[in-house]
Structures are given as structure tokens and as C-alpha cells.
């Protein structure tokens, strides 16, 4: 089973993630700020991480530095997961080194879908 | 809402977990969220020296309406966190909180007051206008993401400041800055130190800043002497030669500040604008400086 962790603090946005993946073959593991997003995907290796920018503790730019600069998981797919702009997140997402970015909030279950299969067979 | 007063109570009646969920919900549809936990808040009002007597939540009977925090320090006041939740916006909530507010910082005889607003928030941009707050300048909230390789260091006589030190350069003379930015955010702030840098052509300068687990934050600057771009880059490339797995996180610099090249020569990338709004006039002893001699 396809492993996606989203690092979330909105307890709403992780019940719509989770019915919306979940029928489609994936596992969601959830974290719901910066520090135990970084101890769950070295615990958990996903597939795939989905990361909020706003968190609580720190902010997801920070975590996916964090995430970037460890070696073990080098190559995993880190998509930001966003309300920003899109000129900012586009800016963020490239500077921070991420892989892309999913607006919110989700409009069509089909269309998030389908940017969650893309992401995970482009990497 | 129903026509029940709104209530305005001091946040000191509330617990820093109550506070924290209720600033949390006045941000949950925001562009830009903020989203805090309680130690992160707890860590905000002690920084900013944030007053909780002062500081306000609006309630009608049991339900809470929005929160505004006071920040207070000599000769000025300023206001922060300004959120209303969602489903009780335009019933003049943000008002009510900010009138509070004011009065508050009036009580104190506080007739300075700061702000920053998030460009392109235009109802509450259009409410500190009708309050009588002016614009006096745009600032950058900046980034350094840690995955750039570390700078090569300019060729300089570098030298690590302790607290004490970094402290004594940054002086006390900075309370026209933005509030983030003043000296006694660093005074409060946790591991605080410093680096004095002087180049091969006697220009020289330097950066104070506060380290912490994962982030580089909190920085005051100066050119003592030279380009403030040169001066700039070659502590920014000592910096980050140090401490090249840390993320950077630069808040409430001027736009007009001339050191700014250097940032964007290192990588910093722009996050956001803010506009930096006053009410009243600053009281003498808050000496007004050029934003270059203030940095």
C-alpha cells in the first residue's frame, strides 16, 4: 500500500485528505506539527509527504529544509500542500526544495486525486 | 451574533492553551495562518513584551469573538494578533478589539502606537486607516532555505561576540524600529550572540542574531564603516558558512534598507510585505534614525 504522510495541524483538512485518498489504495499517516512530521517520516519512510506550510510549531518551509538535509531520506517526494498564493508558494516550493505544490483548499476530489498520483510516479 | 454587547476581557483571564485555540480559529481561513502552538505563543508575548492585563479577547455571553494583544514598552505600545473568527467578521468585532485596545495603550499613557498589517489584508488595512494610523513603509519578511550550499567565507577579521556583547552593540536606540526588531526583543530573546566583522579595506560592521534549534532569526545590523552591501555580504557568508543546516527566517525588514542586495546575493527569497503602520508621533528620547544607521 502507497504511503502518503501529511503533516497537518487542521483537524478538518485530515478527515477530507483521508476520505479522499483512502478509497483510492492509499495509507494516510498523519503528524500535526514540524517536529513530528520530521520523527514520522523517519519512522515511517512514506511515499510520499504532504506538507502544510502553516504549523504550529514550526513552519513547513523549515521542516522541509529539515527534511531535505537528511541524507536518509533523500529523493522522497515532498509536495506543499497550500492556501498561499501561487506566485509565493511556487517561490517557496522551489527554494525550499520541494517537489510541487497542491492548492487548497480541495475543490474537486477527482482533480486531488489525480495531483497525488502525478506527483507519485514523477517524484 | 446576536445584539448582546460585545464584552471585551483581559487576556490574562485566560489560560495560554485557551488563548493559543482562540488564536488559532480567528486564523484558520487566512492566506498567511501563523498558526501557533501554546509554547510558541508563551515564547511571542514574552519577546514582544506583550501585556496580558492590556491585551483583550472579545466575547458575547459564553461565545468568544476574536483576540488583539498589547505590546508595551517605554514611550510606545503596539498592536499584534488581531483576529476575529471567521463567522463573526463585519459585525465590528475588529473594532471593538482595536478601540479597546487603544484606550489601553491611553491608560498607560501610551499615545505612540505601532502595527503591521499583511499587505493586501484590506479590511483590516482600511480599518487602522479609519482608526488614524499611517502608512509608514513596506517591509519584507524574508527566507533562507537551508539547502543553498554554504557560502565561501569573504576573506575577514571575524570575531564571535557573546550575549553581553552583541547586546552592547546593539545599543538601545532602536524603538522607532519595527517592534521585532528593537533591542529589547533581542534582550528578551534566548540565545542571542553575534559577529563583528572588519575587511582588508578597514570596512567593517555587525550582525547580532538569535540562534535557535533549527532557525537563524531576529537580526540587528550595522555598517559602522564602507558599503553597507559589502559589509553585509561578508557577515551574512560567515553566518552561513557556520551554520549551513539552519533555516533563516528574517522578519519586518525595511524595504529601503541598503544592505538588502546582500540578502538577495546570498539567497534570501522574499515570503510576504507587511505595512508598517504608526498612530501619534514617536516621543523624543524614541531617536529617529535613517534606516541605515538604525539596522
Known amino acids: ?123 | 451574533m446576536t445584539d448582546e454587547k460585545i464584552q471585551l476581557v483581559p487576556t490574562s483571564r485566560f489560560t495560554i492553551e485557551q488563548l493559543t485555540a482562540i488564536y488559532n480559529q480567528t486564523r484558520v481561513d487566512y492566506l498567511v495562518p501563523m498558526p501557533m502552538n501554546a509554547k510558541r505563543l508563551a515564547a511571542y508575548i514574552a519577546d514582544y513584551d506583550v501585556d496580558s492585563e492590556h491585551s483583550l479577547v472579545a466575547m458575547q455571553g459564553d461565545e468568544l469573538l476574536g483576540v488583539a494583544m498589547l505590546g508595551v514598552r517605554a514611550g510606545r505600545a503596539w498592536i499584534t494578533r488581531l483576529g476575529v473568527l471567521p463567522n463573526t467578521r463585519r459585525g465590528g468585532v475588529g473594532k471593538a478589539l482595536m478601540n479597546g485596545l487603544l484606550e489601553n495603550a491611553a491608560k498607560l499613557n501610551r499615545s505612540f502606537v505601532m502595527l503591521e498589517v499583511i499587505k493586501n489584508n484590506v479590511p483590516a488595512h482600511q480599518l487602522f486607516l479609519k482608526l488614524g494610523f499611517r502608512e509608514i513603509g513596506e517591509l519584507l519578511v524574508l527566507r533562507r532555505p537551508p539547502i543553498m550550499p554554504p557560502p565561501d567565507p569573504v576573506v575577514a577579521d571575524a570575531q564571535r561576540l557573546e550575549r553581553m556583547d552583541a547586546l552592547r552593540l546593539t545599543g538601545r536606540d532602536r524603538g522607532a524600529m519595527p517592534w521585532t526588531n528593537q533591542s529589547e526583543t533581542l534582550i528578551n530573546a534566548n540565545d542571542v550572540s553575534g559577529l563583528h566583522i572588519t575587511l582588508a579595506d578597514d570596512s567593517r560592521g555587525w550582525l547580532v542574531y538569535q540562534r535557535q534549534k533549527f532557525t537563524l532569526t531576529r537580526f540587528a545590523y550595522k555598517t559602522e564603516v564602507g558599503n553597507p552591501t559589502t559589509v553585509a555580504y561578508a557577515f551574512l557568508s560567515h553566518l552561513h558558512h557556520q551554520y549551513p543546516r539552519l533555516d533563516t527566517q528574517l522578519e519586518n525588514i525595511q524595504v529601503n534598507d541598503p544592505h538588502l542586495p546582500a540578502f538577495y546575493e546570498m539567497g534570501y527569497v522574499e515570503s510576504f510585505r507587511r505595512i508598517e503602520m504608526w498612530l501619534g508621533n514617536p516621543p523624543p528620547e524614541l531617536k529617529m534614525k535613517t534606516p541605515g544607521e538604525l539596522r
Not at chain 1, 503533516?7 to 514540524?34: F, K, N, Q, W
Not at chain 1, 513530528?36 to 519512510?45: D, I, K, N
Request: net charge negative.
Open chain 1, 1 to 123: 500500500m502507497i504511503k502518503i504522510l501529511l503533516v497537518e495541524d487542521m483537524p478538518d483538512t485530515v478527515e477530507l485528505v483521508r476520505r479522499t485518498l483512502s478509497p483510492h489504495g492509499y495509507e494516510i499517516v498523519h503528524a500535526p506539527d514540524a517536529e513530528t512530521g520530521l520523527e514520522m517520516a523517519l519512522e515511517h519512510r512514506p511515499d510520499l509527504i504532504l506538507l502544510d506550510l502553516g504549523l504550529p510549531d514550526y513552519d513547513g518551509q523549515t521542516l522541509a529544509g529539515w527534511l531535505r538535509a537528511e541524507p536518509t531520506l533523500a529523493g522522497m517526494p515532498i509536495i506543499a500542500f497550500t492556501a498561499w498564493p501561487q506566485e509565493t508558494a511556487r517561490k517557496m516550493v522551489e527554494s525550499y526544495g520541494c517537489n510541487g505544490y497542491i492548492q487548497k483548499p480541495i475543490l474537486k476530489v477527482k482533480d486531488f486525486v489525480d495531483q497525488v498520483d502525478s506527483f507519485l510516479k514523477t517524484g
